[in-house]
């Protein structure tokens, strides 16, 4: 009996080998060609996938997780066949500790999923990477967003994990208590592995009590740079900012094309504060004498629950944004990360802006920037060579700055398919333990092949 065979009896119809179903998890947001599977198998408990893994290694199967499909380097895609292995039946919701400011849930629970049904809590799981992403795949990829300035990355949010490795093994990593010093860090191993080295079947989470009281702004400036002064200032000052997103202006036009929104086209600051009124005041004070100092005009305060949604939605649909500067049959959108060290963010900006004209290429500008990320989004044809071949000049270009300044090639994207050709130079000698540690944690190579470590030379 083959390893189909075997899964076709465990699952039944959770194991799908049309191509319909195959065609439905072989496409990306991002400008990556389409990988089909040889199959989708949907389980509903750890010991399912335990069960497919462990035919798959019998078989030397690639096995590659699915979650909500929303990553921007290709992580999802199986691109060498196999078993696409869809997560979106594991979303159960397992506990919820109030006391203990932490919850429990299984990996194909999304972020928005999570915080309706914490909303009678007074708790929130505040990582937001904009898309409505599954906790499994946030963790695996290690995303942050927008609030990471303030409430960190998933990687300062997950305490505890259940893992099923290669061979079908599962295992437990972490605990609820909020630090340990026992042993080697899984948990944070398996946290921005990308599906590499195990696939996650739960996640306990660190939650957040909900502020008191919230307040949302934009500002908008002469140039990038000024904005970009702007935002150092005030991480250097201390104000615990929840949000400081950078918009330049090429992004704003394309907010104002895609929904109307008649936003002055110069580079914007997005801002949101949490905190109790007093400490709001405050907050929301010193912003303001900072960013006058830097220029900001045009202050606009989203003043209901309402208007912060709206700002937020309209900042977390960039991607489409960006298509309506550009539009046409067959032209995608090429996104990129890099993240620095926040004293050389508008050097690593302007150097993106300078990269970008001097190719000819639209591209827009937006980042989670208190903490150093930045994004661009090059609209490109890529039936058109000399085309494809400026935007690959353009990300490696932008990779290399963000290494001599002190960074790395990305700081939420994750490495997939995209970005391996710069593992050597980010991290050297190290290259060869991360191949080591992927031998030992899968030595046929069956979970997500082709992602994140270029081929050994």
């Not at 075997?6 to 990306?28: I, K, M, P, V, Y």
């Not at 599954?134 to 995303?143: D, H, K, P, V």
């Not at 605990?175 to 590499?196: C, I, M, N, W």
Request: glycine share 12%.
């Amino acid at each position: 009996m083959t390893a189909f065979d075997t899964l076709d009896h465990l699952l039944g119809a959770r194991f799908a080998t049309g191509l319909a179903a195959r065609r439905q998890h072989a496409g990306n947001e991002a400008h990556y060609d389409e990988a089909l599977p040889d199959a989708v198998a949907y389980p509903e408990t750890a010991e399912e996938v335990a069960q497919i893994l462990r035919a798959c290694a019998a078989g030397g199967i690639p096995v590659t997780a699915f979650g909500t499909g929303t990553s921007l380097e290709g992580q999802h895609l199986a691109v060498t066949g196999g078993v696409s292995l869809d997560f979106s039946r594991m979303n159960r919701i397992l506990a919820i500790h109030p006391e203990d400011m932490n919850v429990t849930v299984q990996p194909g629970v999304t972020r928005k999923e999570l915080n309706d049904a914490l909303r009678a809590t007074g708790l929130f799981f505040p990582v937001d990477p904009g898309a409505d992403a599954s906790l499994g795949g946030m963790a695996a990829t290690r995303a942050s967003g927008t609030t990471a300035v303030r409430y960190g990355t998933m990687r300062e949010n997950v305490l505890a994990l259940e893992a099923v490795m290669a061979d079908g093994s599962i295992i437990r990593t972490g605990s609820a208590a909020r630090k340990s010093s026992a042993g080697y860090d899984l948990t944070h191993l398996l946290v921005g592995s990308e599906g590499t080295l195990g696939l996650i079947t739960e996640l306990t989470l660190k939650l957040h009590g909900q502020p008191e009281a919230v307040a949302a702004a934009t500002c908008h400036f002469d140039t990038v740079a000024a904005a970009v002064d702007c935002v150092i200032a005030t991480i250097q000052s201390g104000i615990p900012m929840a949000r400081i997103e950078l918009v330049d202006e090429m992004m704003v036009r394309g907010f104002n094309l895609h929904a109307g929104t008649g936003l002055p086209e110069r580079p914007h600051l997005f801002l949101e504060f949490h905190g109790g009124p007093a400490a709001l005041a405050e907050q929301v004070a010193g912003f303001r004498e900072l960013a006058a100092e830097a220029g900001a005009e045009g202050w606009q305060e989203a003043a209901t629950t309402e208007a912060r949604s709206a700002l937020w939605a309209l900042r977390h649909g960039a991607l489409p944004a960006i298509g309506a500067l550009d539009p046409g049959a067959g032209k995608r959108t090429y996104s990129t990360d890099v993240c620095v060290p926040i004293s050389r963010l508008a050097e690593a900006v302007a150097l993106a802006r300078q990269e970008a004209s001097a190719r000819g290429l639209i591209c827009t500008i937006v980042g989670h920037v208190g903490d150093g990320n930045f994004h661009c989004g090059l609209r490109f044809d890529p039936k058109d060579a000399d085309q494809v071949a400026q935007v690959l000049a353009f990300s490696g270009a932008l990779a290399e700055a963000a290494l001599r300044l002190g960074g790395t090639v990305s700081g939420e994207h994750g490495i997939g398919l995209g970005k391996q050709k710069y593992m050597q130079a980010e991290h050297g000698a190290a290259l060869d333990w991360m191949r080591r540690i992927k031998t030992s944690f899968d030595p046929q190579g069956i979970l997500n092949p082709g992602k994140m470590l270029p081929p050994a030379p």
